[in-house]
C-alpha cells in the first residue's frame, strides 16, 4: 500500500513536472540571442529609422590633440558648435581654438573639412555602419555589458577602403540594435600626412536614438610623430520628425 501511495504521488507530481520543464524551456527562447542574420537585418533598421527620424541637431564639439605620449598637456583645442540638416549635411563654426597653428590646420582643419563632405547627401550612406558597407560576424559568447547596456558584439570588415570605414568590432543595443561604441582602424587615412587611426566612439541615446558622446583617434607619422585626438560631445539639440 505505501508502495502505491508513492506511486501515485509521483503520478501527480508529474503534471507540475512538465510546466516547470516547459516554462524554462520557454525562458531560454526567450532570452536566447537571436541569430546574426536577424541581429544584423534589426542593425540596418536601426540606422535607417534614425536617419529618417532626426531631422536636424545641433551639437558642442570639443577636439584636444595631444603630441607623443603625454596625454595631460594638450598641443591644440578646439570648441566648435556643429549644425546637421537632414537636407545639407554638417557646417561647424568654429567657438574658440588654442594652441599650435600646425596641429589646428593639418589635423583638426583636415578632420572637420573630411566629416563635412562624408556627411553631404550622397555621400553619408556609404559611412554608414551597416551590412551594405560591411560584413559583419557575430562575436561568440552572448552578451557583454558597455557602459551599462546589454550589448551584442559584431566583428566588421569594410566592403571597401575608406578612411570613414573601419575594421574593428562594433556593439550594438541587445534590445533597441542601437550603436553603443565602435572601435577599430581605419582602412585609409584621412591625410597624406597621418597614418591610418585605431579609432573608439561612445554613443548614447538623445530622444531615443543614438548620438557621439565620444571619440578618441590615435595615429603615427614621419612628420607628427604620434598623435591623439579627443572629441566630446555635449548639449545636444535634436529636432524629431514628427509622427504620422
Given amino acids: ?21 516547459t516554462s524554462l524551456s520557454f525562458a531560454r527562447a526567450q532570452t536566447a540571442t537571436p541569430d546574426e542574420a536577424s541581429i544584423i537585418q534589426h542593425i540596418d ?22 603630441r607623443s605620449s603625454d596625454e595631460t598637456h594638450p598641443a591644440a583645442e578646439m570648441t566648435v558648435k556643429t549644425t ?11 567657438v574658440s581654438e588654442t594652441g599650435s597653428e600646425i596641429l589646428k590646420h593639418f589635423v583638426l582643419d583636415a578632420l572637420i573639412e573630411n566629416e563635412k563632405r562624408i556627411n553631404e547627401p550622397g555621400n553619408r550612406e556609404a559611412s554608414w555602419f551597416t551590412s551594405a558597407n560591411y560584413v559583419f560576424k557575430l562575436v561568440p559568447g552572448g552578451v557583454q555589458r558597455i557602459d551599462g547596456r546589454d550589448c ?16 574593428g568590432t562594433v556593439w550594438v543595443d541587445a534590445k533597441d540594435f542601437s550603436t553603443v561604441k565602435i572601435e577599430g582602424v581605419s582602412t585609409r587615412s584621412p591625410s597624406m600626412l597621418t597614418g591610418p587611426s585605431h579609432v573608439m566612439r561612445q554613443y548614447a541615446l538623445f530622444a531615443g536614438f543614438a548620438q557621439a558622446t ?31
Fill in 45 to 66: 533598421a536601426a540606422i535607417k529609422a534614425r536617419f529618417e527620424a532626426v531631422l536636424s541637431f545641433t551639437v558642442t564639439e570639443h577636439y584636444t590633440v595631444y
Fill in 152 to 167: 551584442y558584439a559584431l566583428a566588421m570588415s569594410p566592403r571597401q577602403k575608406a578612411s570613414n570605414l573601419i575594421q
Fill in 84 to 94: 546637421y540638416d537632414r537636407k545639407s549635411g554638417k557646417s561647424y563654426t568654429i
Fill in 1 to 21: 500500500m505505501r508502495f502505491n501511495r508513492e506511486k501515485c504521488r509521483v503520478r501527480s507530481l508529474l503534471p507540475v513536472f512538465f510546466l516547470i520543464a
Fill in 214 to 244: 565620444h571619440a578618441r583617434a590615435e595615429s603615427d607619422s614621419a612628420l607628427f610623430g604620434k598623435t591623439v585626438v579627443t572629441i566630446d560631445y555635449k548639449n545636444y539639440e535634436i529636432r524629431i520628425r514628427a509622427a504620422p
